[in-house]
């Protein structure tokens, strides 16, 4: 089953290792899905079309080398600290943010 | 190093080149420490999947299959029985006083050395195109990782554009993998294709497999095109607008697009190891200078594409020769390279070959509208960098000063060659290297403050 497509608004397409165990993780408060093995760039990306906004453009941001060089996949988390998205391995209970955190100046 | 006690070699990098320098170094007696980011070793081209993935090797890299195979064990075997130490997803990201900082999950830490290896790679080599900034547009090398490492496409309906062997490459497994192609569109004229087949037949096999999969693309290939822009909205591309080889308009429909012209060396942490630069008229690109076997400073040796991009097979080569190079230096037993040398000369050959039949289009930079952002982590525009040309007399680093390109979180990874070539183009130079060269700054990646709090604590 595809999950990307049954939901939608992904921009992710699963191809291929679809039978993975499920992972929850959360996006902005929202419980999501998605699959033992993802990056949070992955997981995000299979449920949003982006990860955050630009914080020097009008446009939205997902990412642009996955390999930890162009450091475009940075996200939020709910307890603060912020993940480079494609080199971190997503955990059960993740709770990212696709904006700075509401104390943030 | 006192008495008795065994060199402290690092190898910074877990690709083709690092694998083959570590074995290299186990096989002269040595107990190498393997720094390198990924999770698994094996590099970008033959990166592994998480475990517990199930697509079988032939299915993740082709014809080089067995390549990735022995490649991996052979790292695994190793780094098992602690021939090999192991850093894995650790980011080294200065160098002082023969000692590295690694930032990894746990925090900072420095790691002596007594010669070091680098074995740091390639990027994919990018030119702006208006809209590229937009959210969606990736590089090429992203989307063969997201599909390798992930069993995964970043679209619906993907364009791919640039030059180079990736571009047909990726193009075929993408469609071999499920995924749905729009377009595949190469800067490179067929008669500049052609120029370079002298060069490409010193690996014939190499170019064979390169034609039959061009053959694969039929209807979706195009060559000699120029890219106008990439046409968005707020979710991310909706179509690629381009010429064909006869100049007429063609729009696209799309909803991702993969750009890359070939490949850019990583070679931060080889300027900040104190090597020479000089300008590689072939790569249009800046590279570390290194003898024949891979010395480039005292201690300090290069191999693979983070040297000279000849390729995974190349970087195999190259990593051998490094490692022997770095025995001899210790007055340890090393293995008889001569062949290895004549071997990378060949491919050497074929690399020249590769950059003349997909040449990076240096003039594209020069003619890019204002509005073109160039810096994509900070949206700076070729407007205004070409602004601070009047003040500061062409230079990248005062461009950077001036213009803050290369002075976002990629630290110029991204723009600094496209930038190079307006700055030039904006000062009247005929090329790119009298615009001079982006100096190199720790921290090679951004480092969390807490890491330098607790670092400046612990008086590293």
């Known amino acids: ?105 | 190093m006192s008495a008795g006690e065994k060199p402290r070699v690092v190898v910074v990098g877990a690709g083709p080149a690092g694998i083959r320098a570590a074995e290299t170094l186990v096989a002269g007696g040595l107990t190498p420490v393997v720094i390198d980011e990924g999770e698994r070793a094996g590099g970008q081209i033959y990166r592994r999947p998480p475990q517990g993935f199930t697509r079988s090797p032939e299915t993740l890299y082709g014809s080089e299959a067995a390549k990735a195979v022995a490649l991996h064990q052979t790292f695994d075997t190793l780094a098992a029985v602690g021939r090999i130490v192991h850093h894995a997803r650790s980011s080294v990201v200065a160098i002082a006083d023969g000692r590295l900082q690694v930032l990894d999950g746990a925090g900072s830490r420095w790691v002596p050395y007594d010669r070091l290896i680098l074995a740091t790679g390639a990027m994919d080599r990018v030119m702006p195109v208006p809209g590229w900034e937009n959210a969606g547009v990736y590089g090429l090398g992203a989307m063969q990782i997201a599909l390798k490492a992930q069993g995964a496409a970043l679209g619906r309906c993907i364009v791919l554009a640039g030059s180079g062997p990736l571009l047909t490459l990726l193009a075929v497994q993408l469609l071999k993998a499920g995924g749905q192609v729009a377009a595949v569109l190469d800067t490179a004229s067929m008669r500049q294709q052609l120029r370079g087949f002298s060069g490409l037949s010193a690996r014939p096999l190499f170019a064979l497999r390169g034609l039959m999969m061009r053959r694969r693309l039929a209807g979706i290939y195009h060559a000699g095109v120029r890219l106008d822009r990439i046409e968005a909205d707020e979710r991310g591309p909706v179509a690629v607008l381009w010429r064909d080889e006869a100049g007429r308009s063609q729009r696209t429909p799309c909803d991702a697009v993969g750009l890359g012209w070939h490949l850019r060396a990583e070679t931060r942490l080889a300027d900040l190891a104190g090597c020479d630069f000089a300008y590689d008229e072939t790569w249009r690109q800046w590279l570390p200078k290194a003898d024949a076997m891979g010395w480039a400073a005292s201690g300090v040796y290069l191999a693979g594409d983070g040297l000279r991009i000849l390729g995974a097979d190349g970087a195999e080569i190259a990593g051998r020769l490094a490692a022997a190079a770095c025995l001899q230096d210790l007055g340890l037993q090393a293995p008889d390279m001569a062949a290895d040398r004549r071997r990378l000369a060949r491919f050497g050959r074929f690399a020249r070959g590769v950059a003349a039949a997909f040449p990076w289009p240096a003039e594209t930079a020069a003619g890019l509208p204002d509005e073109t952002v160039v810096c994509r982590c900070e949206g700076v525009t070729a407007g205004e960098l070409r602004k601070t040309v009047d003040f500061g007399g062409g230079e990248v680093n005062r461009a950077k000063s001036l213009g803050r390109t290369g002075m976002g979180r990629c630290q110029g990874r991204y723009c600094e060659l496209a930038a190079a070539e307006i700055v030039a183009g904006s000062a009247g130079y005929a090329d790119a290297v009298a615009a001079g060269r982006l100096r190199g700054q720790a921290p090679v990646r951004p480092a969390p403050i807490s890491a330098l709090i607790q670092d400046a604590a612990t008086g590293g």
């Open chain 1, 1 to 105: 089953m595809n999950m990307a497509a049954s939901a939608g608004a992904g921009r992710l397409v699963r191809l291929a290792e679809v039978d993975r165990v499920p992972l929850r993780f959360f996006l902005d408060g929202a419980e999501r899905q998605a699959l033992t093995g993802d990056t949070v760039l992955s997981a995000v990306l299979s449920v949003a079309s982006a990860l955050r906004r630009s914080e020097f453009g009008p446009e939205a941001r997902a990412g642009f080398c996955l390999m930890g060089a162009c450091q475009d996949c940075w996200i939020w988390q709910e307890n603060g600290p912020r993940l480079r998205a494609c080199s971190t391995p997503l955990a059960e209970g993740m709770r990212l943010l696709s904006g700075a955190p509401g104390d943030w100046p």
